[in-house]
């Protein structure tokens, strides 16, 4: 795969009341050429914060799912090279060296996919499902989108080849437990929609049988048994995601 020489950096972010990340994130993002942010109205210090870092373009745009405000967001950016990030992940210095070598050298690869650390507040999860996760984070505009048929665990859709980095992506994603769930929550309503799109409907059998399945899928299988009480929690909350999926996804059907 030939690009030109374009080999500048355009870091994009979506946020949504992050003031808690924003300088934390932002402070980290020096060697990026632009660094933009697609805000869904935000009624915290999120802009505020964001716009007294230098080179940072802020816009707000309406939120409709996750998998739109990232294309709107790849639209926007001047450069072909994308790094996206979510507020509450983190590079290393050695993941950051690895970005640009990599942009800079590579001719093989349109798009690369991260592995990344999960921290369950200030301690790594290890198991729990989390110890292969790996996901989209760095690749080329003109050669990846997000596919519509997703609104949350977005999918890039790459034409040409894969890589992979080799320093991790450190993923501060349980803070605590309200909010975890709040976000679990969130999930489980647009997996809903997109069930409710593709005109599949709700059973009593896989709300009973299909939460309890990935809690003991990730608690088990995954080895979150080892993350002792932390495993116990994250499993839950992964699967209490998928109830409410159909539980949402029941209220969709009665609506209409």
């Known amino acids: 795969m030939k690009y030109n020489n374009n080999t500048n950096l355009s870091v994009l972010i979506i946020t949504l009341n992050e003031e808690a990340q924003m300088n934390g994130l932002l402070a980290d993002l020096d060697f990026a050429d632009e660094i933009l942010i697609v805000d869904s109205f935000s009624t915290d210090n999120t802009e505020s914060i964001s716009k007294s870092f230098k080179n940072v373009k802020f816009i707000q745009n309406k939120f409709e799912n996750f998998t739109t405000q990232r294309n709107f967001a790849i639209a926007q950016a001047k450069n072909d090279w994308i790094l996206f990030l979510d507020a509450d992940e983190r590079l290393t210095a050695e993941l950051k060296n690895e970005i640009l070598d990599t ?8 798009a690369f996919l991260f592995y990344r650390t999960f921290m369950f507040k200030k301690t790594i999860l290890r198991f729990s499902g989390s110890q292969t996760d790996k996901i989209f984070r760095l690749f080329h505009k003109n050669f990846a989108k997000y596919t519509t048929e997703r609104l949350v665990h977005e999918k890039l859709e790459v034409e040409g080849k894969i890589g992979i980095l080799k320093n991790k992506l450190i993923h501060y994603s349980y803070s605590d437990f309200d909010s975890y769930k709040a976000k679990m929550i969130i999930y489980g309503k647009f997996k809903a929609q997109e069930k409710f799109i593709k005109n599949l409907k709700p059973s009593l059998l896989l709300q ?39 539980q949402e996804l029941g209220n969709l059907w009665n609506k209409k």
Not at 208 to 234: E, Q, S
């Open 103 to 110: 942009i800079k050298t590579n001719e093989t690869y349109t």
């Open 208 to 246: 009973l049988f299909h939460p309890m399945y990935t809690f003991l899928y990730n608690y088990i299988i995954r080895l979150g048994v080892f993350d002792g009480k932390k495993g116990i929690t994250i499993c839950y909350l992964n699967a209490y995601s998928v109830y409410v999926r159909y």
